[in-house]
């Protein structure tokens, strides 16, 4: 099925670092979704958003709809340990009678050994 | 207020066996979203459904079905199970369809099948 292209694959992160991954597409997309899944859970959202050039935040955690509808990024700053899991990019299209989410392969955050 | 709940949390079939996973959605939303997620990859969009009526399909076979009912409740069946089948179904509500206003959805836990 199509996916998104996220990246990195993984990363290794140290508690206080700064933490970026994006998402490119090659379809335009009406909606960017962030969310984390913890192994044997649920995705839980993290930020959406509905607008080309939105810049939203929660917490630590920043998220940007790009320019051309085609990519965003997240931005984890300052790290701590519970930041570690696996980040989901999903695009959605709304303006037709279905509005299925698009998934990227996911970042893996881990600990710095 | 519940998110979305599904059950049961884990399921063990042999193949051939058929399997019904149920879903709840979150109070006030109307539109249930079935993925299927396999090990390493991101999910995979299966069906969706918005006031009992299926209102889009991914690309799996026939095997795999679905109903929404009166109480905006939700049950996906698979037939014939292969062993290509073992994953973890998610379930995601949203308070209307996605077809002309932005929309978000909500992951409930998930249903960790496995096919023997």
């Known amino acids: 099925g199509q996916q998104l292209n996220q990246s990195p694959q993984s990363m290794f992160i140290q508690e206080g670092e700064d933490v970026s991954m994006n998402c490119t597409s090659s379809?335009?997309?009406?909606?960017w979704l962030w969310y984390k899944q913890d192994p044997g859970e649920g995705p839980v959202l993290l930020i959406a958003?509905?607008?080309?050039?939105e810049l939203t935040s929660n917490g630590r955690l920043t998220a940007q709809f790009g320019i051309t509808r085609k990519d965003s990024f997240l931005n984890i700053s300052a790290s701590i340990p519970s930041d570690v899991g696996i980040y989901f990019c999903?695009?959605?299209?709304?303006?037709?009678?279905?509005?299925?989410?698009?998934f990227g392969k996911g970042t893996k955050l881990s600990v710095k050994p | 207020d519940a998110g979305v709940t599904q059950s049961p949390t884990h399921l063990i079939k042999t193949r051939g066996q058929q399997v019904t996973l149920r879903c709840s959605p979150i109070?006030?939303?109307?539109?249930v979203s079935w993925y299927q997620q396999v090990l390493g990859q991101g999910p995979q969009f299966i069906f969706q459904?918005?006031?009992?009526?299926?209102?889009g399909r991914g690309n799996f076979p026939d095997r795999f079905s679905a109903r929404q009912f009166p109480n905006y409740s939700s049950e996906l069946n698979v037939n014939a199970l292969l062993l290509g089948d073992s994953a973890l179904y998610l379930c995601?509500?949203?308070?209307?369809?996605?077809?002309?206003?932005?929309?978000?959805?909500?992951f409930g836990p998930g249903t960790r099948l496995t096919v023997l």
């Open positions: 995601a509500s949203s308070p209307r369809l996605a077809g002309g206003s932005p929309d978000t959805q909500y």
């Open positions: 379809s335009i997309f009406n909606t």
């Open positions: 958003l509905y607008k080309a050039g």
């Open positions: 999903a695009g959605l299209n709304y303006g037709g009678s279905q509005g299925n989410l698009i």
């Open positions: 109070s006030g939303h109307k539109s």
């Open positions: 459904y918005y006031e009992k009526e299926e209102r």
